[in-house]
């Protein structure tokens, strides 16, 4: 939950930690210390990570409390650390949890698990959020270890030099073996895009891998980095994700879509390719279409 709190004038001049702890009841100095080094306050809503700043009377504090029990502690296998080296670690996001922390929410978020396991390593810096993948999306998330390597890498995706290769199970067959989608895309609603005029420039090319008939195994390789953008190209042509029930897609235990490989050339020019293997429910349905009758494979080029 978030609580919001006016500094009055009998605490201008504390510390933030403990005008938070006079203010909010209930929340000890030591846990607004805690909230305020995740990331969890803002001042006048710019996000503050300093404890030891200075408040004064009418800011507006606002922190994110975890509500106990409320969010559980994201656990990850050894195997989903991809990659790392002394810039950059890779993770292997599951499907169904945030990559960012909200306001009232920390534990659970795969930037969390990220912050926590640079600790562990005796590294301070935060885990900081460069990309994003939306909560029903697996795959593929690269983190910066320091500032120096979050704003170089920032910039390889802002001048589009980050390759990314999704894998989507989608409803339908498509018409085509390889195919663009070059339309522009903007909000329609609270929580969905589509294809507007007027909205920014988004394309993605496509490839079938295999299709049965009424399931088929798309490869996406979106150009532009738009919000939704593939759940919006692939239901513009008739071919929502499996699980996808914001743009049409029929029932299932996730949203079948998954970022399964990045290239990119590190700080040195080193080519690095990281890739992340499925997850059980995408991973059976994918070998269920391999292995049901009418599956016809697809090659790249035909």
């Known amino acids: 939950m978030i609580l919001r709190k006016t500094v009055g004038k009998d605490q201008g001049g504390l510390r933030l930690d403990d005008a938070i702890a006079v203010l909010c009841g209930g929340v000890s100095k030591s846990e607004a210390r805690r909230i305020i080094d995740r990331g969890g306050c803002t001042v006048n809503v710019a996000l503050v990570r300093v404890a030891s700043r200075s408040v004064k009377a009418g800011d507006v504090i606002e922190i994110g409390v975890m509500e106990a029990g409320r969010f559980q502690e994201l656990r990850l296998p050894p195997a989903a650390l991809l990659y790392e080296d002394a810039e950059l670690i890779a993770v292997n996001k599951p499907a169904g949890i945030n990559s960012q922390r909200t306001p009232y929410q920390l534990k659970g978020t795969l930037e969390y698990w990220v912050t926590e396991y640079f600790r562990n390593q005796g590294n301070s810096e935060p885990a900081r959020v460069v990309h994003r993948l939306d909560r029903g999306t697996s795959g593929v998330m690269i983190f910066p270890k320091n500032r120096q390597a979050a704003a170089w890498l920032s910039k390889q995706f802002q001048d589009g030099l980050v390759g990314k290769t999704y894998l989507a199970l989608v409803c339908g067959c498509p018409e085509q073996d390889e195919w663009t989608v070059d339309a522009p895309i903007g909000k329609i609603a609270s929580a969905r895009y589509g294809i507007v005029e007027g909205g920014k420039q988004a394309a993605t090319g496509f490839r079938t891998v295999a299709s049965s008939g009424d399931l088929s195994l798309v490869e996406a390789r979106p150009l532009t980095g738009r919000t939704h953008q593939i759940r919006v190209h692939l239901e513009s042509v008739g071919l929502p994700i499996l699980g996808d029930a914001t743009y049409g897609g029929q029932a299932a235990g996730r949203m079948m ?26 991973g059976e349905r994918v070998s269920g279409l391999v292995g049901c009758r009418g599956f016809i494979p697809r090659k790249p080029g035909r």
């Open 257 to 282: 879509l998954h970022c399964s490989a990045m290239a990119f050339k590190n700080s040195k020019g080193v080519e690095i390719t990281v890739t992340a293997p499925l997850d059980g429910e995408f």
